[in-house]
């Protein structure tokens, strides 16, 4: 499978934020978020080099991190991701997959990260091939609904503007029972200032709904740059 980027560093958003952790970036996605912060891991594989099953486990072996995650780009494209998180499991690994949850696959995980894809997403004023292949591709709440009842899950959304909340709960309201301490609302921006721009109305929201407020920690810890 195409690895983009395998690096430690800590994990910079959700439920387990500042576990460190050994990522590994897949290349390759069939959507194109007009707000993609891994544009570099989301085009048609232009980049990374394709490492067997045992080269990858081998190299996150050698990290000595015990939480790995699984990211992307899209790593439900490739089905060797169903040997290497059995590999890694039986190793003692704790697996995340971060997904936006538009293809499934039987893996082994032990925190599904969904990043449903709101209207927000399209690429606007990208080629309209791209734009069509967006959206025909990101909303697939059977699959939502699927992985949520296999495993241990969160649910992080990308809130730009406070019509971003409206659809959110427009979308959450097709599925029963969630919980919501699982649903996590990130502001949009790839630098402190533009989240900070949004934390105050998110935040509050969050407090009146029992949501999780989101920052990308990474970008406040590091800057928006590769290999964190
Ligand atoms: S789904 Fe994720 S990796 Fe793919 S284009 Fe959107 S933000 Fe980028």
């Given at each position: 499978m195409r690895i983009v980027e395998l690096f430690s560093s800590k994990q910079g958003e959700g439920l387990w934020t500042g576990t460190e952790s050994v990522f590994v970036r897949v290349g390759g996605c069939p959507l194109r978020c007009r707000f993609c912060d891994t544009p570099y891991a989301s085009r048609d594989l232009v980049e990374g080099e394709d490492l067997a099953v045992e080269e990858i486990v081998g190299r996150v072996l050698l990290s000595s991190r015990r939480h790995v995650v699984i990211t992307g780009g899209e790593p439900m494209i490739y089905a060797e991701i169903i040997p290497l998180t059995e590999q890694l499991e039986t190793l003692g690994h704790v697996i995340t997959v971060e997904t936006a949850g538009?293809?499934?696959?039987?893996?082994?995980?032990?925190?599904?990260?969904?990043?449903?894809?709101?209207?927000?997403?399209?690429?606007?004023?990208?080629?309209?091939?791209?734009?069509?292949?967006?959206?025909?591709?990101?909303?697939?709440?059977?699959i939502v609904q699927k992985l949520i009842k296999t495993y241990p899950y969160q649910l992080?959304?990308?809130?730009?503007?406070?019509?971003?909340?409206?659809?959110?709960?427009?979308?959450?309201?097709?599925?029963?029972?969630?919980?919501?301490?699982?649903?996590?609302?990130?502001?949009?921006?790839?630098?402190?200032?533009?989240?900070?721009?949004?934390?105050?109305?998110?935040t509050s929201y969050c407090l009146q709904k029992g949501y999780v407020y989101c920052p990308r920690m990474q970008i406040i810890w590091y800057g928006n740059q590769r290999g964190t």
């Amino acid at each position: 499978m195409r690895i983009v980027e395998l690096f430690s560093s800590k994990q910079g958003e959700g439920l387990w934020t500042g576990t460190e952790s050994v990522f590994v970036r897949v290349g390759g996605c069939p959507l194109r978020c007009r707000f993609c912060d891994t544009p570099y891991a989301s085009r048609d594989l232009v980049e990374g080099e394709d490492l067997a099953v045992e080269e990858i486990v081998g190299r996150v072996l050698l990290s000595s991190r015990r939480h790995v995650v699984i990211t992307g780009g899209e790593p439900m494209i490739y089905a060797e991701i169903i040997p290497l998180t059995e590999q890694l499991e039986t190793l003692g690994h704790v697996i995340t997959v971060e997904t936006a949850g538009i293809l499934e696959l039987p893996v082994r995980c032990h925190l599904m990260s969904i990043s449903p894809k709101l209207s927000n997403s399209t690429p606007v004023g990208k080629p309209e091939v791209l734009v069509r292949r967006h959206e025909l591709n990101r909303n697939r709440p059977e699959i939502v609904q699927k992985l949520i009842k296999t495993y241990p899950y969160q649910l992080k959304f990308v809130i730009d503007t406070p019509h971003d909340i409206e659809e959110m709960e427009a979308y959450l309201s097709q599925f029963a029972g969630i919980l919501p301490e699982r649903v996590l609302l990130m502001p949009q921006g790839v630098t402190p200032q533009e989240m900070l721009d949004r934390e105050a109305w998110i935040t509050s929201y969050c407090l009146q709904k029992g949501y999780v407020y989101c920052p990308r920690m990474q970008i406040i810890w590091y800057g928006n740059q590769r290999g964190t």
